[in-house]
């Protein structure tokens, strides 16, 4: 019998990577606020972060989190299903529905398990009789890709945002009786553009198909009191998707959908009925951003008109930003071993971006992935520039 040493195994993996400088390591950072860290006992203004609206620091939620700690403890101690389902979720959940104008919600740990238990319980169940047609745009987040790999489905990508190229795919398979599932994102989140969302819901409409879109980086800032684009399209989405940890400032996710999925979820979606809930920590400072979030309006309006300004800024001085319109604004580079070095010239100058390599981006498109904050100053932003300027990428 052959004896593995699997020490050497994983050794070679990682010195694989590290051969293409595509290896990764975690860096111990210390938070000093929303948008500054301290790394290698230097203070830097972050630009990675996605706590868009400085949430992460908000008093109100702070006094509201530590208030529930008081009464009801840490955690729920068991799946929702057991004994971990409590009020305070239901009303989370009720609250929730409302502001997404969808007839129910149910939330989860992660916005990766989100998006991915929902996609793998549908595909992966004996509901329907045919096989499954997946329509997914090509830059969907890993988590959408996931959830439908492995799976008994035909799986196509469509070109990235390319309304032209979906209804060309959905018109080649438009005579077939079987389920038919398009995905996308409403704000991508490595590239920053939105989704052509009016056009999703024309197609879904045309070649009666099941509409997914996930809005975890539009949650907070766009939409109806920032609730996400979704709310503008109630009845024609049939399940959307996003996260509490990004603009919200917390941690978790959800799921707006209706009743009937709700149920389906929670009755044969692995990842719920074998996990337990949400602690009430947790719970209360979503409880308390779902509340706050419609009342910062002009925190999303600064954020939106900075984003701009800085946009435009790079596309003077001929950055290749993509088609970014959002605060999420990528400056490509291509090449990796560049990407990681202009990196470490802006951190000895005071700024913290981390390099974005593949997998996480297509080949030749590494990056620095810039997010603006609501808290971020014109100085901070202008800073920013000059030594992206200054460095002649």
Not at 21 to 29: A, P
Request: include cysteine; charge should be positive.
């Amino acid at each position: 019998m052959k004896k593995f040493n699997f020490d050497q195994i994983f050794l070679r993996s990682i010195l694989e990577l590290r051969k293409k400088n595509l290896d990764r390591s975690l860096k111990s950072l210390k938070k000093i606020s929303s948008i500054k860290v301290k790394y290698k006992d230097k203070i830097l203004i972050n630009f990675s972060s996605n706590d868009y609206l400085g949430l992460s620091q908000n008093k109100i939620m702070k006094n509201d989190t530590i208030r529930v700690i008081k009464k009801h403890g840490i955690g729920s101690g068991s799946s929702r299903l057991v004994s971990g389902n409590f009020d305070f979720h239901e009303k989370i959940e009720s609250l929730l529905a409302k502001k997404k104008r969808s007839q129910s919600s149910i939330i989860f740990s992660t916005g990766y398990l989100a998006n991915y238990s929902v996609l793998s319980s549908i595909l992966s169940s004996d509901v329907f009789t045919k096989t499954p047609i997946v329509f997914s745009d090509k830059l969907n987040h890993q988590c959408i890709y996931e959830g439908c790999k492995n799976k008994k489905i035909n799986f196509l990508r469509f070109k990235h945002n390319d309304m032209n190229h979906l209804e060309y795919l959905l018109k080649k398979n438009k005579l077939k009786s079987n389920p038919k599932f398009i995905l996308s994102e409403s704000v991508f989140s490595m590239d920053g553009d939105f989704a052509d969302i009016k056009n999703l819901v024309y197609l879904k409409k045309k070649y009666n198909s099941f509409l997914f879109l996930d809005e975890a980086h539009a949650t907070g800032i766009y939409g109806n009191e920032g609730f996400g684009f979704s709310t503008k399209f109630k009845n024609d989405i049939d399940c959307v998707t996003g996260t509490f940890s990004k603009a919200f400032g917390s941690f978790g996710a959800y799921i707006s959908c209706r009743k009937n999925l709700k149920s389906f979820l929670i009755n044969k979606c692995p990842s719920f009925i074998y996990s337990t809930s949400l602690p009430f920590s947790l719970l209360a400072s979503i409880y308390s951003a779902i509340k706050i979030i419609p009342k910062l309006n002009n925190e999303r309006k600064k954020l939106i008109k900075n984003s701009f300004i800085f946009r435009n800024m790079l596309k003077k001085e001929n950055f290749n930003i993509g088609n970014s319109q959002t605060n999420i604004i990528p400056i490509i580079i291509g090449n990796t071993n560049k990407t990681i070095l202009i990196s470490k010239k802006l951190e000895k100058k005071g700024i913290y971006i981390v390099p974005i390599r593949p997998p996480s981006v297509p080949s030749n498109t590494s990056r620095l992935r810039i997010s603006i904050s609501s808290n971020h100053s014109q100085n901070d932003i202008k800073k920013l520039f000059n030594l992206l300027k200054n460095l002649k990428i």
